[in-house]
């Protein structure tokens, strides 16, 4: 009896699969097959199946709408929790799309020597470590 109900479970999936791959074919993602093409072959991944990258952009499709959604969400908290502003108009900030992306395992850091409060004290480190080459040269050629 198990054996029928797997092969009845096997031909429906079977049927779900070929379905879908038919619906493929007429799909046409927001992201285009070029595109998709290019990181897949980055990463060292190649198919000849076109259905095959247009499901891997769907689901890439899918991905960046559920962050943007999960992003104005965010967007829409911080303008409500905000009793300062009068202004309610919603914007997309990095921390928002911070905490939206968060939410699917993907971290971002923003790197200490990008922004404008960073630049003088990242000109100031420079300085400072090439002052301290150029002494240490100097020491290396004593010693």
């Known amino acids: 009896m198990s054996d029928a109900g797997d092969a009845e479970d096997a031909e429906k999936t079977r049927k779900e699969v070929e379905a879908l791959l038919t619906a493929l074919d007429k799909f046409h993602p927001t992201i285009p097959d070029a595109v998709t093409d290019f990181y897949l072959r980055k990463t060292g991944f190649q198919t000849s199946d076109p259905r095959v990258t247009r499901a891997i952009s769907l689901a890439a499709q899918k991905f960046i709408a559920d962050v943007a959604h999960d992003a104005l ?12 502003s009068k202004e309610r108009r919603l914007v997309l900030t990095a921390p928002d799309l911070q905490a939206a992306l968060r939410t699917y395992g993907v971290h971002i850091v923003k790197p200490e020597s990008l922004g404008p409060t960073n630049t003088a004290q990242a000109a100031a480190a420079a300085a400072a470590a090439s002052a301290g080459a150029s ?8 010693q």
């Open 135 to 142: 002494s240490s040269a100097g020491q290396g050629g004593q």
């Open 73 to 84: 969400q965010q967007s829409k908290l911080r303008v409500d929790n905000d009793k300062r």
